[in-house]
């Protein structure tokens, strides 16, 4: 699939999307249900794990249509990866070809195949998770991003000046979608976030973005480098997403810049979820192309206000469908609202990550935890404790002790540590270990571990 090849999906996709936006809640809930009994049907036909997950309840294409999506039994990331290449509905992805893929930098802006959109993410529970879309998915969610989150301008006589600021050296589902962004539409640019802060600053003041995105720890940092006066820039729109956006960081970043970020809410699960517009006091949730369920530990539903867990079934991944599936995100609803027509949801929380900082001569240099990021073949888990000012312990659980699978992680943490400067200053050792427990007091698992 060719860049100008989902252009053209995409701005085909965006006439439906926007009318879907603009439906009234009756008729939106009917097309949820449409669109769950597609996707239902799809994988009792495709996926040899959901057919034989549900086979195991008595569930079939006989009785499909009077199966409540509640019913279902629940699924997760660790279920996923130890069954992917039965439980996806295409034959042509294969776990350990696309986990080549992945590791391999030379494919960076590549399709997997020249047809499926292939990223990789750690999360919050600490395990690798491996997700896939074929062309017609990724084309709605890149046009779900252009019309309900970036909003853009169709204008191909005037191209939007676009950064993205994250994780942009291996291939996450963020920096996709920026690469992917239509270039009749945007003139791109991509600014890593572990570059050392004074060239961070000087890309994106040649640049001058008009249209801001990135990790919202990302942006709240650029927003304290423009209030100090060492950077000077004044971008239209500023999307925040990857990461938790608190309200302290929210009313930094108007300040600094003069508009309050959109915030973005997505997962490698799916790339869009809901969103929180400029002014808003809460999040529209996009149910027309997601089943959405905020669950109790009993796996009832909470009340409005109230944190649930999110038991996710994504309705346009037909590659990889997600049905019933378990999130680390816990979000509470707010059914005092009326939908117009998305329902809406107050907080959420559980993505909240913490810097690691160092002291590199007189100054203090950081690293962002989604730059600490490892991909090698047979890699489960991994965590980085911070055990001195400038002393790292790296854990992690392989498969198979490989060695060289610790060299390849041993060689990326190198790589991350000079990219900042710190190669000569701080040191690290890797730790094989059986496994990497949960914070016992949070029941979370804590990906970084600062001092």
Same mark, same amino acid.
């Given at each position: 699939?060719?860049?100008?090849?989902?252009?053209?999906?995409?701005?085909?996709?965006?006439?439906?999307?926007?009318?879907?936006?603009?439906?009234?809640?009756?008729?939106?809930?009917?097309?949820?249900?449409?669109?769950?009994?597609?996707?239902?049907?799809?994988?009792?036909?495709?996926?040899?794990?959901?057919?034989?997950?549900?086979?195991?309840?008595?569930?079939?294409?006989?009785?499909?249509?009077? =199966?409540?999506?509640?019913?279902?039994?629940?699924?997760?990331?660790?279920?996923?990866?130890?069954?992917?290449?039965?439980?996806?509905?295409?034959?042509?992805?294969?776990?350990?070809?696309?986990?080549?893929?992945?590791?391999?930098?030379?494919?960076?802006?590549?399709?997997?195949?020249?047809?499926?959109?292939?990223?990789?993410?750690?999360?919050?529970?600490?395990?690798? /998770?491996?997700?896939? #879309?074929?062309?017609? !998915?990724?084309?709605?969610?890149?046009?779900?991003?252009?019309?309900?989150?970036?909003?853009?301008?169709?204008?191909?006589?005037?191209?939007?000046?676009?950064?993205?600021?994250?994780?942009?050296?291996?291939?996450?589902?963020?920096?996709?979608?920026?690469?992917?962004?239509?270039?009749?539409?945007?003139?791109?640019?991509? =600014?890593?976030?572990?570059?050392?802060?004074?060239?961070?600053?000087?890309?994106?003041?040649?640049?001058?973005?008009?249209?801001?995105?990135?990790?919202?720890?990302?942006?709240?940092?650029?927003?304290?480098?423009?209030?100090?006066?060492?950077?000077?820039?004044?971008?239209?729109? =500023?999307? #925040? *997403?990857?990461?938790?956006?608190?309200?302290?960081?929210?009313?930094?970043?108007?300040?600094?810049? *003069?508009?309050?970020?959109?915030?973005?809410?997505?997962?490698?699960?799916?790339? #869009?979820?809901?969103?929180?517009?400029?002014?808003?006091?809460?999040?529209?949730?996009?149910?027309?192309?997601? #089943?959405?369920?905020?669950?109790?530990?009993?796996?009832?539903?909470?009340?409005?206000?109230?944190? /649930?867990?999110?038991?996710?079934?994504?309705?346009?991944?037909?590659?990889?469908?997600?049905?019933?599936?378990?999130?680390?995100?816990?979000?509470?609803?707010?059914?005092?609202?009326?939908?117009?027509?998305?329902?809406?949801?107050?907080?959420?929380?559980?993505?909240?990550?913490?810097?690691?900082?160092?002291?590199?001569?007189?100054?203090?240099?950081?690293?962002?935890?989604?730059?600490? !990021?490892? *991909?090698?073949?047979?890699?489960?888990?991994?965590?980085?404790?911070?055990?001195?000012?400038?002393?790292?312990?790296?854990?992690?659980?392989?498969?198979?002790?490989?060695?060289? *699978?610790?060299?390849?992680?041993? /060689?990326?943490?190198?790589?991350?540590?000079?990219?900042?400067?710190?190669?000569?200053?701080?040191?690290?050792?890797?730790?094989?270990?059986?496994? =990497?427990?949960?914070?016992?007091?949070? /029941?979370?698992?804590?990906?970084?571990?600062?001092?």
């Amino acid at each position: 699939m060719t860049k100008s090849g989902l252009a053209i999906r995409t701005l085909i996709k965006i006439p439906s999307v926007k009318r879907a936006g603009n439906s009234r809640p009756e008729a939106l809930k009917k097309l949820q249900e449409k669109r769950f009994r597609r996707i239902f049907k799809h994988v009792l036909v495709h996926s040899p794990f959901y057919k034989k997950l549900y086979g195991q309840n008595g569930i079939n294409l006989a009785n499909a249509d009077k =199966i409540r999506l509640e019913n279902l039994p629940v699924t997760d990331k660790k279920m996923m990866m130890e069954n992917f290449d039965a439980f996806v509905c295409d034959k042509n992805l294969k776990l350990k070809e696309i986990e080549r893929f992945l590791s391999d930098k030379s494919n960076l802006g590549k399709k997997f195949k020249n047809k499926h959109t292939v990223f990789y993410t750690s999360g919050t529970t600490g395990l690798k /998770g491996v997700f896939a #879309c074929g062309p017609n !998915d990724w084309a709605t969610v890149m046009a779900m991003n252009m019309t309900r989150v970036i909003k853009a301008r169709l204008n191909p006589f005037r191209k939007t000046k676009m950064v993205f600021i994250g994780a942009t050296d291996g291939l996450y589902a963020a920096v996709t979608i920026a690469e992917d962004a239509p270039r009749i539409l945007f003139d791109v640019k991509t =600014i890593y976030i572990n570059d050392p802060t004074e060239k961070l600053r000087k890309e994106m003041e040649n640049f001058k973005p008009e249209l801001l995105t990135g990790y919202s720890s990302s942006i709240y940092l650029l927003a304290l480098e423009q209030l100090a006066g060492r950077l000077n820039i004044g971008p239209k729109k =500023i999307v #925040c *997403s990857g990461d938790t956006l608190t309200e302290q960081m929210r009313e930094t970043i108007r300040k600094a810049f *003069s508009i309050y970020p959109v915030n973005f809410y997505a997962a490698s699960e799916s790339m #869009c979820m809901a969103v929180r517009e400029e002014e808003s006091q809460t999040f529209d949730l996009f149910t027309d192309w997601h #089943c959405f369920e905020l669950l109790d530990r009993n796996l009832r539903p909470v009340a409005s206000g109230q944190p /649930g867990n999110l038991i996710l079934t994504n309705l346009y991944n037909y590659a990889q469908p997600l049905i019933r599936y378990r999130m680390n995100d816990q979000l509470a609803p707010d059914y005092q609202v009326r939908a117009n027509p998305f329902p809406k949801i107050k907080t959420i929380a559980g993505r909240q990550e913490n810097f690691l900082w160092f002291q590199k001569g007189e100054t203090a240099e950081f690293i962002h935890p989604m730059a600490i !990021d490892f *991909s090698a073949p047979g890699l489960l888990k991994y965590q980085a404790i911070q055990e001195a000012k400038n002393s790292l312990l790296i854990k992690i659980v392989l498969k198979d002790e490989d060695p060289e *699978s610790i060299k390849s992680v041993s /060689g990326r943490m190198k790589e991350i540590l000079a990219e900042k400067g710190l190669d000569n200053i701080v040191n690290f050792r890797i730790q094989p270990v059986p496994d =990497i427990p949960v914070d016992p007091k949070t /029941g979370k698992f804590r990906h970084i571990i600062p001092l």
